[in-house]
């Protein structure tokens, strides 16, 4: 307030300070989301290499009625293809097909990791899939070179009218995200990777989508090594995207933060993600946010890592849900049984028969 004399009189000036929304949140509240979603029970492989040339990898788990569904992608040495398979149970998968395939002379040729958008992000809500124009829709990692995520990779969108048969998606014909773009940023100028997107309704940040997602740029470590962080893009109708910030959301400034997944819980936003190579091996972690944008970096214990030998390299890339008040925490598990996708859970509910 201030006091302003004029003419013999005191007058009392009342200025309103208008409170600031909080953007760190306390530890306290940090360590209860921990407490919620751990999963201390391994129950094992429940997607393992359909043979010993094909990998599988980053699981997206959704529902459709009284089916589960999830999408993963294969590696065989060539490149990415997207499948689908589905549960009754959430433990017993079974493999229907493929979304994405290789093509000829595109520019997703041989690099085709799908990851369905718009998946309901409530805790312990429906985990149906919303749709957008009449359609359900997709965000991919594409390329045309061969090999392990090789050469410059960017973001695509497609979209189908049925998400639950494996029938081909249709793909836009030029990636969305690139590193050559003109709004490209020092994280991202070198390649992009894995994405995630949701619908946003409150617009917190002015958009109702948002697409979090994994890039590399050309800036080096304190080593002189390449760093992969998660960043953040917006859109109005999910066809075009632009960054959102100058600087990524999550960081380490060495080695890997990616492959994000995102819970509401209440006024809080859970964001699921991996770490690698800033401690040994790769382990799952998380962040909670206010506002979809300020992050606050859980500093405990990891939610996954590695301690059994189909996970003993590397325990990574989360999709964590909870049904009927048990919370499943889907991984990809790299090991004595290769790269294979498993599962933890909160509560005890044996051991796959696919394998330990």
């Not at 998660?230 to 999550?250: C, N, Y």
Request: charged share 25%.
């Amino acid at each position: 307030m201030k006091l302003l004399i004029t003419s013999g009189f005191l007058f009392l000036i009342t200025c309103t300070v208008w409170a600031q929304p909080a953007t760190t949140v306390p530890a306290e509240k940090m360590r209860a989301v921990f407490e919620e979603i751990k999963t201390p029970f391994k129950y094992g492989i429940v997607v393992p290499q359909p043979d010993a040339g094909r990998m599988v990898d980053s699981p997206t788990v959704f529902r459709k009625g009284d089916t589960w569904y999830m999408t993963y992608i294969i590696f065989d040495g060539k490149g990415y293809e997207t499948w689908l398979a589905k549960s009754a149970d959430l433990l017993h998968w079974t493999t229907q097909g493929k979304l994405m395939s290789f093509t000829d002379n595109t520019w997703d040729a041989t690099q085709k990791a799908g990851y369905v958008a718009l998946v309901d992000t409530e805790w312990g809500g429906s985990y149906e899939v919303e749709k957008f124009q009449n359609r359900f829709w997709l965000s991919y990692l594409g390329g045309s070179e061969k090999g392990y995520e090789a050469g410059r990779l960017g973001i695509g969108i497609a979209s189908t009218k049925d998400l639950s048969k494996p029938f081909e998606v249709e793909r836009l014909p030029q990636p969305v995200l690139s590193a050559v773009d003109a709004d490209v940023r020092w994280y991202d100028n070198k390649t992009i990777y894995k994405s995630l997107v949701i619908r946003d309704k409150t617009k917190k940040t002015g958009y109702p989508f948002v697409m979090y997602y994994n890039a590399k740029g050309e800036k080096p470590d304190a080593k002189g090594n390449g760093f992969e962080n998660i960043a953040m893009a917006v859109s109005s109708d999910l066809t075009h995207w632009k960054r959102f910030g100058q600087e990524p959301l999550i960081t380490r400034k060495t080695g890997i933060c990616g492959d994000a997944q995102i819970a509401k819980m209440g006024d809080l936003y859970v964001m699921f993600y991996f770490g690698a190579f800033w401690k040994p091996g790769a382990f799952e972690r998380f962040a909670c946010s206010y506002d979809l944008v300020h992050w606050t970096d859980w500093t405990g214990e990891d939610l996954i890592a590695s301690t059994e030998p189909y996970d003993k390299t590397y325990a990574h890339k989360p999709w964590v849900i909870k049904w009927k008040g048990v919370v499943y925490h889907f991984y990809n598990a790299v090991g004595d049984k290769g790269r294979v996708i498993a599962v933890a859970t909160s509560k005890d509910l044996g051991t796959s028969p696919v394998g330990r």
